[in-house]
């Protein structure tokens, strides 16, 4: 590199060039060899200055590093190769692999080259040089890469490191694609309205729910029982991007019916969730994921836009409904327009939505209007001032943990007093966190919690909310529980989240008066049905003490997973109180609480019951609860 023509301030501002190769696009989860390359900026880098690679942690990507070594072009320099956080496996998103190569022996000077082997198999033989994972998720991966010419970047003041460390520029970005074909998620939909067909959703998937988009095949389709005008056979054309929306007439049915696409010439299979018209008597079941992130308004870390979130949901995922709840305010603009476009009544519904989070807790909004725009509070107060008369829902999710950053900055367990019952008529359960149904961890999917800010907790101080879930996904896939939170794992943990609303039409406004009325229940990601009354009143209600009964209470559960199912467990006021063992995917029983009613009531009067369902798979539903009132 020739400095001699640069100017002073060029010459300081000179960090060198990186480039990653190869950088054609590579199978999601695949194994390789990748090198970095960096070219000696005017500075250089003197002895004991070092450079940082980053690998890319956007929406929860994480790359298994294996063996990284390094080594100079030209000879009378040693590099000393460090690697950070690889082991035990975390996905955390401030926690992810690093690697630092640091410089001894002699200075590097100005144009001179460096290789890092990300994945080095040289060593075979000694059992420790191994591949580099690529991330299961397909996205566009950017490395990062610092350099510290000087050699001070890894002192102890903290305060200055993004000083001593200087970004590189260069071609670091590798594209992960979806690997080969393995299932096909099937998406059974209920009639979006009296007389309506019902529809099912067909995706080709990789092993990790990637959608094939170049998928081209036919999938010959079976049911549990004859269904007119299903389709035998469906054909998949590269144009269809990897997915079919097929709609036929509502079967009348005494029993849940699944429905099992198969190419059995590339070995692709997947049968769909219990399709049931009228499972509910005068209610249809819908179900969609009320908490998803994306990268767009300036969320950091985080990947995709509303409009191909809200695309994934309906075409890939086969939601009925979907929210996106950016915290990035300076977005509307662009994201009302596209809530409005999207939302298409007896198809697909879209939530107007805005994530805010205080020290005390984040809490979810939703409004009818796309047109509202975004409030700007920089409090609770004034955000229920600013909702005051409009049609609006909130709700508090990820309640019984904290910021996995810094709680004492960022954010902290949910404060139950900040809950608003005018605007706040459900809570969130479940997310990708897990479940905070419970204070305690280690039942039921609950992996954090202890900070007094549980579903159950808020339920004993006489909060009367239901149930939803969202997966809190923060790369643009509404229902995927893969966009791992906290370190957890999706395949080494139960998480994620939707909600089933129980409404007569799948229209915006019957989907914000079923969650108003807590005519829903939450599930960790799977489209099972539920069922849940007392005394003939369904799910959300609240009644009286003649209403019930004084005598006895009888509580009806019925359910059709989407596996065998182990149990469902009756709760009453925080207390697991009977236990139905599970026999196949179907649940049908009656439990009568002979319990006097005055000896289960709280000292203001009142007791609640819920059931959970627990399905074999690990998979959760909870109902929302019934009240009844002394």
Not at 445 to 474: C, E, K, P
Request: with cysteine; charged share 20%.
């Amino acid at each position: 590199m020739d400095i001699s023509n640069m100017s002073i301030l060029e010459q300081v501002e000179d960090w060198g060039y990186a480039e990653i190769t190869p950088r054609n696009d590579i199978p999601a989860a695949a194994y390789g060899t990748w090198t970095v390359i960096y070219t000696a900026g005017a500075n250089g880098i003197a002895i004991g200055g070092s450079l940082r690679i980053l690998t890319p942690a956007g929406g929860r990507l994480h790359w298994e590093l294996g063996k990284v070594t390094a080594y100079p072009e030209q000879g009378g320099a040693a590099l000393e190769v460090t690697t950070d956080k690889v082991y035990p496996r975390s996905v955390h998103h401030s926690h992810y692999p690093s690697v630092t190569v640091e410089v001894y022996g002699r200075r590097i000077e100005a144009g001179e080259r460096l290789f890092i082997i990300l994945g080095d198999t040289g060593g075979y033989n000694s059992g420790r040089f191994v591949h580099t994972r690529a991330p299961d998720f397909a996205a566009r991966n950017e490395f990062q890469v610092f350099v510290d010419p000087v050699g001070n970047a890894r002192f102890q003041m903290e305060k200055h490191k993004p000083d001593r460390y200087h970004r590189v520029a260069g071609e670091l970005i590798v594209a992960t694609v979806a690997a080969r074909p393995r299932v096909f998620r099937v998406s059974a939909h209920h009639p979006p309205a009296a007389g309506r067909p019902v529809g099912i959703t067909i995706t080709a998937e990789d092993d990790y729910e990637n959608p094939v988009r170049d998928f081209h095949g036919s999938a010959k389709l079976e049911a549990t029982t004859r269904l007119d005008g299903l389709a035998e056979v469906v054909d998949f054309a590269l144009e269809d991007e990897g997915h079919k929306y097929l709609e036929f007439p509502a079967p009348q049915t005494a029993a849940p019916i699944y429905i099992t696409a198969y190419d059995g010439e590339q070995e692709v299979i997947g049968q769909s969730n219990p399709l049931w018209p009228g499972f509910h008597d005068q209610w249809e079941s819908y179900f969609g994921d009320l908490h998803v992130m994306t990268g767009q308004g300036g969320n950091e870390g985080m990947l995709g836009d509303t409009e191909s979130a809200l695309r994934y949901a309906r075409d890939d995922r086969g939601l009925d409904f979907s929210a996106v709840t950016n915290s990035g305010r300076d977005a509307w603009d662009i994201e009302g327009p596209v809530f409005a476009a999207y939302n298409e009544p007896h198809r697909f519904v879209t939530l107007p939505a805005r994530e805010f989070g205080h020290r005390s807790g984040h809490k979810n909004v939703y409004v009818l209007d796309d047109s509202y725009g975004v409030p700007r509070p920089a409090t609770w107060s004034e955000l229920w001032d600013e909702l005051g008369g409009r049609e609006a829902l909130v709700i508090s999710h990820h309640t019984n943990t904290h910021s996995e950053t810094d709680p004492h900055v960022a954010w902290g367990p949910q404060n139950l007093a900040t809950i608003n019952p005018q605007f706040e008529r459900v809570i969130e359960i479940c997310q990708n966190r897990g479940s905070f149904e419970k204070e305690q961890v280690g039942a039921d999917n609950v992996y954090f919690g202890g900070f007094g800010s549980a579903v159950q907790s808020a339920l004993a101080q006489g909060l009367r909310l239901g149930f939803v879930g969202g997966t809190d996904n923060h790369r643009g896939q509404p229902g995927s529980g893969r966009s791992h939170q906290s370190g957890l794992h999706y395949d080494e943990y139960v998480t994620g989240g939707l909600t089933c609303v129980l409404a007569s039409k799948l229209t915006r406004e019957a989907v914000f008066a079923a969650i108003r009325e807590r005519r829903c229940y939450a599930t960790t990601g799977v489209r099972a049905l539920l069922d849940f009354s007392v005394n003939g009143h369904i799910m959300g209600q609240e009644l009286r003490a003649d209403e019930a009964g004084e005598a006895v209470r009888r509580i009806a559960v019925r359910a059709a997973g989407t596996a065998e199912i182990l149990r469902a467990v009756i709760v009453r006021n925080g207390e697991d109180v009977h236990t139905c063992a599970g026999d196949g995917r179907l649940l049908d029983f009656v439990w009568d609480d002979a319990a006097p009613l005055a000896k289960v009531t709280t000292a203001e009067g009142w007791v609640y019951y819920y059931v959970r369902l627990v399905q074999a798979d690990g998979n959760i539903a909870w109902s929302s609860p019934v009240w009844i009132d002394r």
